[in-house]
């Protein structure tokens, strides 16, 4: 079985284009297990080339997790002969009438452009021949139920039907890597995934403070950290921060509106720190513009102004919940966002907390609570798990 993989995006980068093949090219083979002998690197396409052993739902289900790729399919290959071609499409539109499809049309490309025939030519001949062995199924050239593509190469012609979606972006390892402030809920993995979809490597830290917080607030993160690294080739640390000792402290010796501002300042200041120690690039949170009361402007240039060095990215800014929610359906993490679990914040909230806090005002605020000792201390206390393709691995220090 042969399965062809397509990429466009990556296929723009010009002089790096080489480099964005590779890391995709070694990406598939840790996320489908065909090893590198069998993936056939030819222009603009990989071809994976299963054997007897593999199988082919664990394949396309890495592939389904590989980011860059635009879609694959199985593809037939024949030497160059339209009739060997038309052969193979005869049998794609039977199984494809028999899944219900009605209409059909073929699309050919001419990779070898020596071959005698244009591409309209070789799909009117196939689509002809495919037509008189399968009457029941119409030619509709705007809107067929299925798309027989036929590609004619040098020494083969590649045919195939139907393709599964797969999930776009860039190759996880292309952008660097970042640090994902990881809460229980449903926005920050969703954050997570879109910036792997955007190429960038992962590692998380979760804040907890017990005894508020218990066990199974941390099991329901470790769960959503082991979920999020089902979508990359890499490791996936997880950090677990105790903010118990900094939480009293903003609790007994700050205004009470102010206590999520001055926790979220926190927050990024400790993972600014890790950040540092563990050279990543950019810390990312589930932020989106207005959705609760620590995310107005005035709010937010408040948490960012703790940390003025470090890239701050909120890839949800400008989603809405209905939106966040389907894609944590999608990537598989919503199930989990949803069970109940005691937050530290949730504890922590005021009733009126401050929708427009002042700088000047946190500032003040924070100067007395002498913070920064704790939140060293709280940094180097870190527990650390990692995650590998979904199952927990021993960490590397
Ligand atoms: P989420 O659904 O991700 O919890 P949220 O809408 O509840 O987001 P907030 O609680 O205001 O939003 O948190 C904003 C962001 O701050 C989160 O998306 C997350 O990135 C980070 N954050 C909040 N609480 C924690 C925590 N306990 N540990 C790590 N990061 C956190
Ligand atoms: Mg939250």
Redesign the pocket.
């Known amino acids: 079985m042969l399965i062809q993989v397509r990429y466009d995006e990556i296929s723009l980068k010009g002089g790096r284009r080489n480099y964005y093949e590779s890391m995709l090219v070694q990406n598939l083979v840790h996320q489908t297990g065909i090893p590198l002998e069998r993936v056939r690197r030819v222009r603009g396409r990989i071809r994976l080339v299963l054997s007897e052993s593999d199988d082919p739902e664990t394949v396309w289900d890495g592939i389904r997790r590989t980011f860059g790729v635009v879609d694959a399919a199985e593809v037939r290959e024949v030497p160059v002969d339209l009739d060997e071609a038309a052969r193979v499409g005869i049998d794609m539109a039977r199984e494809s009438y028999a899944r219900g499809s009605r209409s059909f049309k073929v699309e050919t490309k001419r990779r070898d452009k020596t071959y005698p025939m244009t591409s309209l030519q070789v799909s009117l001949d196939v689509g002809e021949k495919i037509g008189a062995a399968v009457p029941e199924l119409d030619v509709d050239v705007h809107t067929p139920d299925v798309v027989i593509r036929v590609e004619v190469e040098r020494n083969s012609i590649f045919v195939w039907g139907s393709s599964r979606p797969a999930p776009r972006g860039l190759p996880t390892g292309t952008s660097g890597r970042g640090l ?10 969703v ?1 997570a995934w879109l910036m792997l979809k955007r190429g960038m490597e992962l590692d998380a ?4 403070a017990p005894p508020g917080t218990g066990p199974k607030a941390k099991a329901k993160v470790a769960t959503l950290a082991r979920l999020l690294s089902r979508w990359t080739p890499r490791h996936v640390r997880l950090y677990y921060v105790k903010t118990s000792e900094i939480q009293d402290a903003i609790a007994t010796g700050a205004p009470e509106r102010l206590r ?1 501002v001055l926790l ?1 300042r926190s ?1 990024y200041r400790i993972a600014f720190q890790l950040a540092a120690w563990k050279r990543l690039r950019a810390l ?5 513009l207005g ?2 009361a ?2 107005t402007p005035e709010n937010l240039r408040c948490t960012q102004a703790a940390v003025p060095l470090a890239l701050c990215l909120h890839p949800l800014i400008a989603y809405d919940k209905i939106e966040i929610t389907r894609l944590a359906e999608k990537i598989g993490t919503y199930e989990t ?1 949803i069970q109940p679990h005691l ?3 949730s504890l922590f909230a005021p009733k009126g907390p401050e929708t427009a806090a002042r700088l000047e005002d946190v500032e003040e605020a924070e100067a007395s609570l002498d913070l920064g000792p704790m939140e060293l201390v709280a940094a180097e206390s870190r527990e650390a798990v990692a995650y590998l393709r979904g199952e927990e691995v021993p960490i590397k220090r």
């Open positions: 994902v402030l990881l809460s229980g809920g449903i926005d920050s993995p954050a830290v979760h804040f907890h999520i979220r927050f990312i949170g589930g932020e989106a959705q609760v620590s995310q966002s937050d530290c914040c």
